[in-house]
T-cell receptor, first 113, second 114 residues
Framework: GAVVSQHPSWVICKSGTSVKIECRSL??????MFWYRQFPKQSLMLMAT?????????EQGVEKDKFLINHASLTLSTLTVTSAHPEDSSFYIC?????????FGQGTRLTVV | GESVGLHLPTLSVQEGDNSIINCAYS??????FIWYKQESGKGPQFIID?????DKRQGQRVTVLLNKTVKHLSLQIAATQPGDSAVYFC?????????????FGAGTRLFVKA
């Protein structure tokens, strides 16, 4: 149980375009999902907490207009990177909370060219 | 600020030996800790967790020890195998107005030598 699926696994986009990443909890309902960003050889940095049916809570320094989060159902949260630039290239990882534990998706490698 | 951190950035062990990965935390109010394993290019995988009302918990080949007095957490891997090579993170649940969030430490890379 507690399987989280993230799509796509990797994406390459042109600078100035927007990219949407999906995070699904496959075998449980998740009121709360989390979005992280990870640079090479670094830890996971929490970007925002996504709550079903309400606005996401962003961590300090994360631009909410840049990283749009939607959590319209108990099994799906999406992260849209708007007007992407090369510095947005990173590994984005979502997680869904079941009880106390966060279970993670496979991650999405975003490359902006 | 409050954080979850690690003593050692890398650890190299011989196959078959036991591995010990350490973690220090600074938030004495934290009551739930998790160890994750992350392989290259993948998301973190849950290994084992422990609540603050416990000082030891065992899983399959893994043991987590919690010392609340010195705010220290460790992950012990018995009979380390090549497949155990990965980055290991300790994580901590921190409360906020919307519930809690899972905050990661710096990570330790484990190399298993055959």
């Amino acid at each position: 149980g507690a399987v989280v699926s993230q799509h796509p696994s990797w994406v390459i986009c042109k600078s100035g375009t927007s990219v949407k990443i999906e995070c699904r909890s496959l075998d449980f309902q998740a009121t709360t999902m989390f979005w992280y960003r990870q640079f090479p050889k670094q830890s996971l940095m929490l970007m925002a907490t996504s709550n079903e049916g309400s606005k996401a809570t962003y961590e300090q320094g994360v631009e909410k207009d840049k990283f749009l989060i939607n959590h319209a159902s108990l099994t799906l949260s999406t992260l849209t990177v708007t007007s992407a630039h090369p510095e947005d290239s990173s590994f984005y990882i979502c997680s869904a909370r079941e009880g106390l534990t966060a279970f993670f998706g496979q991650g999405t490698r975003l490359t902006v060219v | 600020g409050e954080s979850v951190g690690l003593h050692l950035p890398t650890l190299s062990v011989q196959e078959g030996d036991n591995s010990i990965i350490n973690c220090a935390y600074s938030n004495s109010a934290s009551d739930y800790f998790i160890w994750y394993k992350q392989e290259s290019g993948k998301g973190p995988q849950f290994i084992i967790d422990i609540r603050s009302n416990m000082d030891k918990r065992q899983g399959q080949r893994v043991t987590v020890l919690l010392n609340k007095t010195v705010k220290h957490l460790s992950l012990q891997i018995a009979a380390t195998q090549p497949g155990d090579s990965a980055v290991y993170f300790c994580a901590e649940n921190k409360g906020n107005t919307g519930g809690f969030k899972t905050i990661f430490g710096a990570g330790t890379r484990l190399f298993v030598k055959a």
